[in-house]
């Protein structure tokens, strides 16, 4: 059974900087892709940041371009996003999203607020 662990959540202030990791369990298989979303209180979950697994293209929504970088670990099967200059706005629990095999598994979520 697959499943992602992530880690890295918490609280910052306006300007600051934290870094989110995701782990892919159970599995030996690669990933296809991974990625990172972010859901606000009374909002849709949004993509933010997504990396294929083979070539490493990356894909940015346009208000964290500049400011989050996703990178990836092949032998640790494990996505990271790296979120400096975070602002108020970034307050959202942030999902990691892992396609694999044609499924698409999810993370249990962890809480990032940024303070102003």
């Known amino acids: 059974q697959v499943q992602l662990v992530e880690s890295g959540g918490g609280l910052v202030q306006a300007g600051g900087s934290l870094r989110l990791s995701c782990a892919v369990s159970g599995r030996t298989v690669s990933p296809n892709t991974m990625g990172w979303f972010r859901q606000a209180p009374g909002k849709e979950r949004e993509l933010v940041a997504r990396i294929s697994w083979s070539g490493g293209t990356t894909y940015y929504t346009g208000s964290v371009k500049g400011r989050f970088t996703i990178s990836r670990d092949s032998a640790k099967n494990t996505v990271y996003l790296q979120m400096n200059n975070l602002k108020p706005e970034d307050t959202a629990v942030y999902y990691c999203?892992?396609?694999?095999?044609?499924?698409?598994?999810w993370g249990q979520g962890t809480q990032v607020t940024v303070s102003s």
């Open positions: 999203n892992a396609g694999l095999n044609g499924l698409v598994y």
